[in-house]
C-alpha cells in the first residue's frame, strides 16, 4: 500500500476505493479528469512531494484544482487549509471524502463524480528469460544484495535507525509468552530476552570494538606497562562468544570505562617527561617564519557519532592551520588548562576530502595511518564558504608539493552481457579489449588502461565474489594493474560491478546502490534493474543496468518498466529528490538487455543482415521509434550502430540466427534485434566521447554478444583553483531578468522555482510568478519578473570554478508543491557583465513536452545598475 500512514487503521480502510489511484502521476490525473469532463469529477491520488501524504484532484469549469492531504502526527487526515483555519481531521480517506460530497464544505465544487481507477486485466506475463526457459530462474540466496568491497570506500550514509524499539516489540508479542513458559518449569535464564539483547546491541559490539582498538593503541604509546594487560583482556573478550556475547559486551564497556578513565593522566604524563628531556619541541604556530603564503587557521568543531557517548575530551573544537609552504596540515584541540594537543599530517598523508552532500559545511579528511590503512574525521566548518576556502587551500599545497596532477579527463570501459544462464568461458578477453564487430578501438590504443571499468550482466547464474574476482584478474591479465571493486550491486540474476584503477580509488566518495524490481506484478526480481553512483572528485556519476520485459509485442511494458526504473531507482544526491535519475548526475549512463525488438519481417531482417545493411533494420527498432516519440530515454544519447544485432544467436557460433521456439503454447518468434544497447545522458557543456561501440564475435556462450562501449569523460576537480588563491574578493552573483514556463496541465494554481546547485549553499526559492495566460486549455505559461526572482550568490566567485558548475530548476505548485518539470542548465555560456538569454526544455518523470525560457544575467561582478530585460515569447 503506498502513502498512508503508520500502524493502526489504515487510512485507505478495509480495501482501496476504486477513487483511489494508488500510484497515478499527476499528469495523468489531469489526463483522466480531463477525459471525464464534468465539474466535480474527482479522484485520490499518491502525492508526489510528501510520503504518506494524498492529492484531492477536482475538475472545475475545466481546471483541475488541487488539494493537499496530509496525516498529522496521530495518523489522522486533513486537507490543508489557510493559516488559522482549523482543519477537519479523519481516520480514512473515506470519511474524508464522504464529508465533501456534500455541498458547501470549502472546496472549490462539491465532489459529484468518482473517476474510478482503471483495473488492468492480469495478462500472462511469462516474462521468463526471453522465452528460453517455462519458469522463472530461481533468484540466489539473497534476492537482491549490494556490496562496497574494502572498508575504505568512502560512503555517506544516514545514521542507522535504531531498531531496538522493534525488536523490542517482537520480542514482547512472540517470545516473551516462551520465556515465561521456561521459568514457570524452573529455567534460571531467560535465552530468548538474551538473544534480543545481543541482536540490539550487535551495532554498538562493533563500534565499541573500534573504540577499544584505537584506545589500546594509545595505551602501548603512554603506559607500556598496563598495554600487555589490556590487549590480553580485549583478546578474551573478543573471543567469547555464544550464550557469553552479551557478557562479551559488558566486559568490553567495563574496559572502555577503565582505559577512558586514565588514559589522559598518563598521557600527560608522558608528555611532560618527553618535554622535559626534548627542548626542541614543535614551536607554536604563531611564531613560525612568514610565508609568501601565510598559514590559515579554521576554526571548526568535530563531528562525532560514539565519541559523543563517550564523552572523550570535554571539548570538541578543533583549529585546522593549512601550512601550504611549508605541506603541512596541524590539527590542533585545545584540552585542560588552556594547553593545547596538536597533530601535524604531511601533504603525502592526506588522502582524500570528502565533501557532504546533506550538510554544505561539513568536510570529510581521510588520514594515512599506516601502510595501505587510513582514518577519517568528520569537521564542521563556520560555513560553506569557510569549507570551500580550506579545500582550495589543501589543492594549492597539494599542487605544490606532490608531482601528480589531478585529472580532468578519464576513459571509462562499459559492458553489457546477457550471459543466458550459464558461466562464461576462461577468456573474455575480446569483450575488455572492445575487439570484434562495430566502432572498434585502434590497435595501437586497445591495451591502454581504463580508469574505470564498469560490467553489467544479465541471467548472471555466478556468485557475486567469484563474477568480482575473474573480473579482477581478467584486468590484470590484460593491465598488470590491481583494480579496486568500488561497489557491486545484485538483484537475483542482474549485476553490476565497478572497478577503478588504484590510482583512483582515493577521488571516489558518496558510493550508493539501489535495485528495482519489474518482473511480474513489479514483485519478482528476474527483471528489473540495478543501480550504481558515486562522486569522481567533483563530477558525479551514475550507472543503470537493466533488463527489461521481452517479447516482440510488449513495447508498453518495457516503456513502463523505464518509467518505473527512472522513478524508483535511489541514487545520487538525496537533496535532489525532486529531480529523477536522469538529472541528478553530471554522467548517466545506461545498459543492459533493453530487449526492444525489430518491427519487419524475419527474412526482410536476415537479408539485410547478410548484406551488412543496417540503417533499415535501425529505421523499425522499437527503441529508437520509442525515443522519437519521447517515450523513453528523453535526451539521452547513444553512438551509431554499426554491428549486427547481439540477439538471438545459436550458442556455439556466431554464423546462424534462431529465431524460433517450439513452445507449448505454439511457435514463438524472437526475430533478431539489438537488445543489448549503452545510452548515456550528461549535463549540457560537458564533454564526452564515445570512442567504441560494438560487439565481441567470438564470445559464443549465450544466445546474446557482449556488448562494449569506451568514453573519454571530462572531470572536474573537488576542489576549487589549481592556479592560486583568488585575486579578486568580489562577490559573483547569478540573477535572472525573467523567466517564463510552459507546463502541460488543466490547473490554473499559481507556482513557484526552485533552484538547486553545488555552487550555493543551500537550495533557494522564488516568488510565485506574476503572470500566466493560456491559449489552450492543457497548458499554462507562467512567467516570473526579476523581482520575483531571487538573486543567487555562489560560494566562489572565481571563473575557473563557475564555469564548472550546473544549475537545477524544478517549477512547483504552491497548491500541493509538486514539480511540473526539471530542467538543469549550465553556467559556462552564460558568464558575463550583460544578459544572456537561455532556452531548454522541462521534463517531469521521463516526460518532456514543456519549454523553458528567460533572460539569465551572471554570474557577473556586482554592478550599480541592473538592466531589465524582457520575458521571451
Known amino acids: 500500500m503506498a502513502g498512508g500512514g503508520g500502524g493502526g487503521v489504515s487510512p485507505l480502510g478495509p480495501a482501496p476505493p476504486m477513487w483511489y489511484h494508488r500510484d497515478l502521476s499527476r499528469a495523468a490525473a489531469e489526463e483522466l479528469l480531463a477525459r471525464a469532463g464534468r465539474d466535480g469529477s474527482f479522484l485520490v491520488r499518491d502525492s508526489e512531494s510528501v510520503n504518506g501524504a494524498y492529492a484531492l484532484c477536482v475538475l472545475f469549469q475545466k481546471h483541475v484544482h488541487t488539494y493537499r492531504i496530509l496525516p498529522d502526527d496521530e495518523g489522522f487526515l486533513a486537507v490543508q487549509t489557510s493559516q488559522g483555519v482549523q482543519p477537519k481531521r479523519f481516520k480514512t480517506l473515506a470519511e474524508l471524502v464522504l464529508l465533501y460530497l456534500q455541498p458547501s464544505q470549502g472546496l472549490v465544487t462539491t465532489l459529484l463524480f468518482p473517476v474510478d481507477r482503471e483495473e488492468t486485466a492480469v495478462s500472462d506475463d511469462r516474462d521468463y528469460s526471453d522465452g528460453e526457459d517455462e519458469k522463472p530462474p530461481l533468484p540466489p540466496r539473497s534476492a537482491s544484495t549490494s556490496t562496497s568491497p574494502g572498508p575504505e570506500t568512502p560512503t555517506e550514509s544516514a545514521p542507522a535507525a535504531n531498531g531496538l524499539s522493534t525488536i523490542s516489540h517482537d520480542y514482547l508479542k512472540g517470545s516473551y509468552a516462551l520465556d515465561l513458559e521456561a521459568v514457570k518449569q524452573g529455567a534460571s535464564s531467560l535465552p530468548h530476552l538474551n538473544k534480543t539483547l545481543v541482536a540490539s546491541c550487535k551495532r554498538l559490539n562493533g563500534e565499541v570494538d573500534k573504540v577499544l582498538s584505537g584506545l589500546e593503541i594509545l595505551s602501548k604509546v603512554f603506559d607500556q606497562q598496563s598495554a600487555f594487560m589490556v590487549s590480553k583482556m580485549i ?121 557532504s552532500q546533506r550538510v554544505q559545511n561539513k568536510l570529510g579528511i581521510v588520514f594515512e595511518k599506516e601502510k595501505d590503512k587510513s582514518q577519517r574525521k568528520d569537521f564542521i566548518f563556520a560555513s560553506a564558504k569557510k569549507r570551500e576556502a580550506f579545500c582550495q587551500l589543501l589543492q594549492l599545497m597539494k599542487n605544490k608539493h606532490s608531482n601528480q596532477d589531478e585529472p580532468d579527463m578519464i576513459s571509462i570501459f562499459i559492458g553489457t552481457w546477457n550471459m543466458g544462464s550459464v ?132 513495447i508498453a511494458r518495457r516503456n513502463q518498466n523505464y518509467l518505473d526504473i527512472l522513478r524508483l531507482l535511489s541514487l545520487g544526491d538525496k537533496q535532489l529528490s525532486s529531480f529523477d535519475i536522469s538529472l541528478r548526475f553530471t554522467h548517466l549512463f545506461w545498459l543492459g538487455d533493453l530487449n526492444y525488438r525489430l518491427d519487419m519481417d524475419i527474412q526482410e531482417i536476415l537479408n539485410y543482415i547478410n548484406r551488412k545493411e543496417f540503417d533499415p533494420l535501425l529505421k523499425v527498432d522499437q527503441l529508437n521509434l520509442e525515443r522519437e516519440k519521447n517515450k523513453v530515454f528523453l535526451r539521452f544519447a547513444e553512438e551509431e550502430i554499426s554491428f549486427p544485432p547481439t540477439y538471438r544467436y545459436e550458442r556455439g557460433s556466431r554464423d546462424t540466427y534462431v529465431w524460433q521456439k517450439q513452445k507449448a503454447t505454439g511457435m514463438r518468434t524472437n526475430v533478431p534485434s539489438w537488445c543489448d544497447r549503452i545510452l548515456w545522458k550528461s549535463y549540457p557543456e560537458t564533454h564526452i566521447v564515445c570512442n567504441s561501440y560494438g560487439c565481441t564475435d567470438d564470445i559464443v556462450t549465450s544466445d546474446h554478444s557482449p556488448v562494449f562501449g569506451t568514453f573519454e569523460v571530462g572531470v572536474t576537480s573537488q576542489f576549487v583553483s589549481k592556479k592560486g588563491l583568488p585575486k579578486s574578493s568580489e562577490q559573483a552573483y547569478i540573477e535572472f531578468e525573467s523567466i517564463e514556463a510552459i507546463v502541460k496541465t488543466a490547473s490554473r494554481t499559481k507556482f513557484f522555482i526552485e533552484f538547486y546547485s553545488t555552487c550555493l549553499e543551500e537550495f533557494k526559492k522564488s516568488y510565485e510568478n506574476d503572470s500566466q495566460s493560456s491559449d489552450n486549455v492543457n497548458f499554462l505559461r507562467v512567467g516570473w519578473s526579476n523581482k520575483q526572482l531571487t538573486t543567487l550568490k555562489p560560494l566562489l566567485s572565481e571563473i575557473e570554478y563557475l564555469q564548472d558548475q550546473h544549475l537545477l530548476l524544478t517549477v512547483k505548485s504552491l497548491d500541493g508543491y509538486e514539480s511540473y518539470g526539471e530542467c538543469v542548465l549550465a553556467l559556462k555560456s552564460m558568464i558575463g557583465s550583460t544578459a544572456q538569454q537561455f532556452h531548454t526544455y522541462l521534463s517531469h518523470r521521463g516526460g518532456g513536452n514543456r519549454k523553458y525560457q528567460g533572460v539569465h544575467e551572471g554570474p557577473s561582478p556586482l554592478r550599480e545598475d541592473g538592466n531589465q530585460g524582457e520575458t521571451l515569447r
Open 235 to 355: 583478546q578474551q573478550s573478543v573471543n567469547q562468544g555464544g550464550d557469553q556475547e552479551l557478557e562479551n559486551l559488558v566486559t568490553k564497556l567495563a574496559i572502555l570505562k577503565d582505559l577512558l578513565s586514565s588514559i589522559e593522566k598518563k598521557a600527560l604524563k608522558a608528555l611532560q617527561d618527553m618535554s622535559l628531556s626534548s627542548p626542541c619541541s614543535l614551536p607554536p604556530l604563531s611564531m613560525r617564519h612568514s610565508k609568501a603564503i601565510p598559514v590559515q587557521a579554521f576554526e571548526v568543531k568535530m563531528d562525532v557519532y560514539l565519541a559523543e557517548l563517550t564523552k572523550i575530551g570535554k571539548s570538541q573544537k578543533y583549529t585546522l592551520s593549512v601550512d601550504v609552504e611549508g605541506g603541512r596540515l596541524v590539527v590542533m584541540k585545545k584540552v585542560k588548562d588552556s594547553q593545547e594537543d596538536w597533530t601535524t599530517f604531511t601533504h603525502d598523508k592526506i588522502r582524500q576530502l570528502i565533501k
Open 423 to 554: 558461466p562464461s568461458p576462461k577468456s573474455v578477453a575480446s569483450w575488455v579489449l572492445c575487439r570484434g564487430l562495430g566502432k572498434t578501438l585502434d590497435e595501437m590504443t586497445v591495451t591502454i588502461p581504463h580508469d574505470l571499468y564498469v560490467f553489467g550482466s544479465q541471467e548472471n547464474s555466478v556468485c557475486d565474489r567469484e563474477w568480482v574476482e575473474s573480473l579482477r584478474a581478467m584486468l590484470k591479465e590484460q593491465t598488470e594493474l590491481d583494480y579496486k571493486p568500488i561497489a557491486v550491486q545484485t538483484l537475483w540474476n542482474i549485476k553490476i560491478a565497478v572497478l577503478v584503477k588504484p590510482e583512483h580509488e582515493n577521488r571516489i566518495s558518496h558510493v550508493g546502490m539501489s535495485s528495482v524490481k519489474t518482473g511480474i506484478a513489479n514483485t519478482l526480481g528476474n527483471k528489473g534493474a540495478v543501480g550504481v553512483s558515486f562522486m569522481f572528485n567533483g563530477t558525479s556519476f551514475g550507472f543503470v543496468n537493466c533488463h527489461l520485459t521481452s517479447g516482440n509485442e510488449k
